[in-house]
């Protein structure tokens, strides 16, 4: 059964760069039928995409947060992660990863638990 | 503002049919690009309810149903339960956005 795990600080200072790693169990990142994304949800709102990789380390970015976004992805690991630099309050949410049927399809058949990231001085 | 449009709620009484709109434009669902509709419960994570449009995921049970014509979708839940009570999310890509996009979120309270 395939499963994903967010891991991260929780807490992160504002202007700092907040990461977090997606470790997949079940599966293997390297396979090339899935892609595997990031998307997050504030507190009380809805869901936004990030931006999601594919085990070549090709990248795709929400347009909205590329200059600040980097998603990697590590074989080796079987895990993917994620970077946002210059965190303000407005990133804090809860952080999802999952997995994408298709090529940024968007068809996200499994999910983590959600990794809540609160940014605050 | 999402520019996949939904109802902030929508309610219905169990037993009834309720359906949950999605509206888009020509960049996105009237570009041609699939839709697909995800559950969440709160304090959990999203789930996958219908792809493609009209697929159904293994486990999803026939009661929910997905169509799109045009620039919007529709989800409908027939035969509404208690446990229907959750939010609905749609998404597509957005080729103007160049991003995946998601709705606003209807909630679904079961009377």
């Known amino acids: 059964q395939l499963q994903l795990q967010e891991s991260g600080p929780g807490l992160v200072k504002p202007s700092e760069t907040l990461s977090l790693t997606c470790t997949v169990s079940?599966?293997?990142?390297?396979?090339?039928?899935?892609?595997w994304g990031w998307i997050r949800q504030p507190p009380g709102k809805g869901l936004e995409w990030i931006g999601s990789?594919?085990?070549?380390?090709?990248?795709y970015y929400n347009p909205s947060l590329k200059s600040r976004v980097t998603i990697s992805v590590d074989t080796s690991k079987n895990h993917f992660s994620l970077k946002l630099s210059s965190v303000t309050a407005a990133d804090t949410a809860v952080y999802y990863c999952?997995?994408?049927?298709?090529?940024?399809?968007?068809?996200?058949?499994?999910w983590g638990q959600g990794s809540l990231l609160t940014v605050s001085s | 503002q999402s520019v996949l449009t939904q109802p902030p709620s929508v309610s219905g009484a169990p037993g009834q049919r309720v359906t949950i709109s999605c509206a888009g434009s020509?960049?996105?669902?009237?570009?041609?690009?699939?839709v697909h509709w995800f559950q969440q419960f709160p304090g959990t994570a999203p789930k996958l309810l219908i792809s493609?449009?009209?697929n159904r995921p293994s486990g999803v049970p026939d009661r929910f149903s997905g169509s799109k014509s045009g620039t919007s979708a529709s989800l409908a839940i027939t035969g509404l339960q208690a446990e229907d009570e959750a939010d609905y999310y749609c998404?597509?890509?957005?080729?103007?956005?160049?991003?995946?996009?998601f709705g606003g979120g209807t909630k679904l309270t079961v009377l």
């Open positions: 999952a997995r994408d049927l298709g090529a940024v399809a968007g068809i996200y058949d499994y």
């Open positions: 079940g599966d293997s990142v390297s396979s090339r039928y899935y892609y």
């Open positions: 990789i594919f085990y070549t380390g090709t990248a």
């Open positions: 020509s960049s996105n669902l009237g570009a041609g690009y699939d």
């Open positions: 493609g449009n009209i």
């Open positions: 998404q597509s890509y957005d080729t103007s956005l160049s991003a995946l996009v």
